[in-house]
């Protein structure tokens, strides 16, 4: 077994208990928790730290205080994650933002816009009936 199918792993788990530790610690917050997604965990090659990534759909206006929300939260996060993973060492987690959700969410929006402007637009440079007069 390599240490990067480990270190893969232990990302994927890491992830995953995040997402549930974050409705545990930030349930009683006014924070709109189903907004918030971990998209992904990069934990270092020692598991002393890891990178959170997390992206906040439809909060343009509050992702500061989301991801301030998160970073003054993550002891409580660790002592979860502590408490269910069998671990060597719990890492220090790094909260960071994400946008990549609202790119692709911005992305497919703008593609479906272009598909109903070519469905509505009429038909150009289509080649003439052959029935019709050419002038």
Same mark, same amino acid.
């Given at each position: 077994?390599?240490?990067?199918?480990?270190?893969? %792993?232990?990302?994927? =788990?890491?992830?995953?208990?995040?997402?549930? &530790?974050?409705?545990?610690? *930030?349930?009683?917050? !006014? @924070?709109?928790?189903?907004?918030?997604?971990?998209?992904?965990?990069?934990?270092?090659?020692?598991?002393?730290?890891?990178?959170?990534?997390?992206?906040?759909?439809?909060?343009?206006?509050? %992702?500061?205080?989301? =991801?301030?929300?998160?970073?003054?939260?993550? &002891?409580?996060?660790?002592? *979860?994650?502590?408490? !269910? @993973?069998?671990?060597?060492?719990?890492?220090?987690?790094?909260?960071?933002?994400?946008?990549?959700?609202?790119?692709?969410?911005?992305?497919?929006?703008?593609?479906?816009?272009?598909?109903?402007?070519?469905?509505?637009?009429?038909?150009?440079?289509?080649?003439?009936?052959?029935?019709?007069? *050419?002038?």
């Amino acid at each position: 077994m390599s240490s990067v199918d480990r270190i893969t %792993r232990v990302n994927a =788990l890491l992830r995953q208990e995040i997402g549930e &530790a974050l409705y545990h610690v *930030l349930g009683s917050s !006014d @924070l709109d928790l189903s907004a918030i997604t971990v998209t992904a965990v990069a934990v270092s090659r020692d598991l002393r730290t890891a990178r959170v990534r997390v992206s906040f759909l439809g909060h343009e206006q509050e %992702r500061r205080r989301m =991801l301030a929300a998160l970073q003054r939260r993550r &002891a409580a996060v660790q002592s *979860l994650l502590n408490k !269910d @993973l069998y671990l060597r060492y719990t890492p220090r987690l790094t909260f960071e933002y994400d946008p990549s959700l609202e790119k692709g969410d911005r992305m497919l929006g703008l593609l479906a816009q272009m598909e109903q402007q070519a469905e509505a637009a009429p038909q150009q440079g289509s080649a003439p009936d052959p029935g019709e007069d *050419l002038p």
